[in-house]
């Protein structure tokens, strides 16, 4: 009993470092992301994972929101 109970808390740990983030652009389009986005170190660009697993980056000036879907 008390391992299913681990396990089912580990799984709910786990799910939640999988949330899915929204970033709003000056634009007014949106970009759906699979990691949160993060600023570089020089403060110019916020890197993240698109939804293929791929890591790329959007200028900070373009970004007016982030937030979790």
Same mark, same amino acid.
Request: proline share 3%; glycine share 8%.
């Given at each position: &009993? ?6 089912? =808390?580990? !799984? =709910?740990?786990?799910? %939640?470092? !999988?949330? $899915?983030?929204? &970033?709003?652009?000056?634009? %007014? +389009? /949106? ?5 949160? *986005?993060?600023? +570089?170190?020089? %403060?110019? !660009? ?12 959007? /200028? !900070?000036? $373009? =970004?007016?929101?982030?937030? *979790?879907?």
């Amino acid at each position: &009993m008390k391992v299913l109970l681990l396990l089912a =808390v580990a !799984a =709910v740990a786990l799910l %939640g470092c !999988a949330q $899915r983030y929204k &970033m709003t652009l000056t634009n %007014g +389009n /949106s970009i759906s992301t699979s990691s949160k *986005p993060k600023l +570089n170190k020089a %403060g110019n !660009a916020y890197v993240y994972k698109d939804h293929q697993g791929k890591e790329t980056w959007i /200028s !900070a000036g $373009r =970004v007016l929101e982030i937030a *979790p879907e």
